[in-house]
Nanobody, 120 residues
Framework: QVQLVESGGGLVQPGGSLRLSCAASGSIFSINAMGWYRQALGEERELVAVISSGGVTNYADSVKGRFTISRDNAKNTVYLQMNSLNAEDTAVYYC??????????????WGQGTQVTVSS
């Protein structure tokens, strides 16, 4: 079994910054892409950013130039640095990981979510 645990959410003022972390643990052989998604109240979950095992990144247009995704493969951890936050960024943020486990099975796992609230 594989677990993803997120941290770093919270309340921040408009224009502020937060850094989210997501650590994967368990029966991991290798991790392919890792990503961050978000879901605002009453909205569907949407992709924020994704990073391949080789470090290739892709971002939603709404966060380009403000958010940066990175990963530490040795720690099985993905990060999301969020700058210039605004109210529209308020949402529950979820990480996910495309994992090959030690039984050679490939599955996508999700974290439990962390709340980010941007408000003055």
């Amino acid at each position: 079994q594989v677990q993803l645990v997120e941290s770093g959410g919270g309340l921040v003022q408009p224009g502020g910054s937060l850094r989210l972390s997501c650590a994967a643990s368990g029966s991991i052989f290798s991790i392919n892409a890792m990503g961050w998604y978000r879901q605002a109240l009453g909205e569907e979950r949407e992709l924020v950013a994704v990073i391949s095992s080789g470090g290739v990144t892709n971002y939603a247009d709404s966060v380009k130039g403000r958010f940066t995704i990175s990963r530490d493969n040795a720690k099985n951890t993905v990060y999301l640095q969020m700058n210039s936050l605004n109210a529209e960024d308020t949402a529950v943020y979820y990480c996910n990981a495309d994992v090959f486990d030690t039984r050679w099975e490939n599955n996508v796992y999700w974290g439990q979510g962390t709340q980010v609230t941007v408000s003055s």
